[in-house]
């Protein structure tokens, strides 16, 4: 049998230079949330099939890697058809769910959690959009107000300034929603409770088939020519002139498309998110209440948000409100609220704009050896680079090659900045 040296298909291999960048993006998010009260917190990357498999994931429920059974359980479940008994988490959200629940008696009301780790996905690899990838997730469990909202997206917001004013970028957009305003929209319209899944997937496909191909698709389906009408206009000053619908307030669109169908403190609640989050994020930064925003996600009940930059049609981070989600592992329910922060999208976009190291006060020292030396002036290098490193130097130790020209050129290309070559006549 042959080995095969490139990795599975949507997973990759990093070399060092590409961990440089993840770890300095990691530092710059663990940092940046830390400064809002956010503890980390680590959950398994398998779950059991039971909770992968709850509907609640939406869409990514049919990606997920599942787990085989094993030994006599395996010939057991063979006979039933159900061979698997677990599978890697597909994203975050259902972990942290099962570790609430599980934990919460030792844990503080509410929660900030910081959670960041590996997810697969048994998804169609494309730029962007990988099988296994690292996910950052912050969380609010315990706080039903809009304040978690609030902390939820000024923190990311600031968190995507810093890192994206190293490659020069200072503009995204913030689009924000609430699912009980699809929900009284759709029902303003006429739709039943039954339809509105069905209404979203299709309005969720806005921003690639525009409002004509909602309105052809929705047809398509059945609907009554007078709902699909009713329904679509909702949509028309958003869609041809979106600049003036984010600076309406919320409490105004929805005054004029579904009064009839919602409890006013939810717009009212929206724009006091909008006008609370506006002071606290730069300038930089666009705030947007969007109508047509869905999230894919069945478990979202009120809020929702996602960030997009431009130039770039996949966004880079989301997330809502999901306060019924832990519920369905405990007899006890809590209020819910996070962002997702789509950390791979975010490198590809630094790699895109050729982000560089910033410089660091430690400085990257190299003793190149000859390895003909003798023993005690060996154990001297290794002497001074412990000395060295201990002062807060970078410091690495290697023999001597044939090639040396090539060998220091490469030692310069990652940083290195001080090069010693080491004889056996070398005052150190």
């Known amino acids: 049998m042959k080995f095969i040296a490139t990795p599975v298909k949507g997973m990759n291999d990093f070399l060092p230079q590409d961990m440089k960048l993840r770890q300095h993006v990691l530092r710059l998010i663990r940092d940046t949330y ?18 992968l498999t709850g509907k609640v994931g939406g869409e990514n429920e049919k990606l997920i890697f599942k787990v085989m059974k094993r030994g006599r359980e395996l010939e057991k479940g063979l006979a039933t058809g ?17 570790f609430y629940a ?55 917001s600031g968190m995507l300034t810093r890192i994206f004013s190293e490659v020069g970028v200072s503009e995204f957009t ?14 303003s319209a006429g739709f039943t409770p039954e339809q509105y899944d069905d209404v979203f997937i299709t309005l969720d496909k806005m921003d690639k088939i525009g409002l004509d191909g909602v309105k052809e698709q929705l047809r398509e389906h059945g609907y009554a020519e007078e709902v699909v009408e009713k329904y679509v206009s909702m949509f028309d000053a958003a869609a041809t002139d979106p600049a003036a619908s984010a600076k309406a307030s919320c409490s105004d669109f929805c005054e004029k498309v579904c009064a009839d169908t919602l409890d006013p403190s939810v717009a009212a609640g929206m724009d006091t998110i909008l006008d609370s989050v506006r002071k606290m994020i730069a300038s930089g930064v666009h705030l947007e209440f969007d109508p047509t925003l869905v999230r894919g996600m ?7 948000f996602e960030i997009s930059i431009d130039g770039y049609n996949f966004s880079i981070a989301g997330g809502g409100r999901y306060d019924e989600m832990i519920g369905r592992f405990s007899n006890q329910s809590a209020p819910a609220c996070g962002f997702s922060i789509g950390f791979e999208r975010i490198i590809t976009i630094l790699r895109d704009l050729n982000w560089q190291e910033p410089g660091t006060a430690a400085k990257r020292m190299a003793f190149l050896v000859d390895e003909r030396i003798p023993a005690e002036k060996l154990t001297a290098v290794f002497e001074k680079a412990t000395a060295l490193r201990g002062a807060g130097n970078i410091v690495t130790v290697q023999p001597l090659k044939k090639n040396a020209k090539f060998q220091v050129e490469t030692l310069e290309k990652n940083g290195y900045t001080e090069i010693h070559k080491v004889y056996a006549d070398t005052q150190l």
């Open 82 to 98: 159900e061979i698997a008994d677990s599978g890697m988490r597909y994203d975050l959200t259902v972990p942290l769910c099962r």
């Open 174 to 187: 913030v689009h924000i929603n609430d699912r009980r305003i699809l929900k009284a929209m759709a029902a």
């Open 34 to 51: 830390a400064t809002y009260g956010f503890d980390e917190i680590e959950t398994p990357s398998m779950e059991h099939i039971e909770n």
């Open 298 to 304: 069945s478990y979202y009940t009120g809020t929702i």
């Open 102 to 156: 599980k934990n919460r008696n030792d844990l503080p009301t509410p929660l900030k959690a910081l959670q960041i780790g590996n997810v697969w996905r048994a998804d169609n690899p494309q730029k962007g959009r990988f099988r296994q990838f690292t996910q950052c997730d912050i969380d609010i469990i315990g706080d039903g107000s809009i304040m978690a909202e609030i902390e939820l997206i000024a923190a990311t």
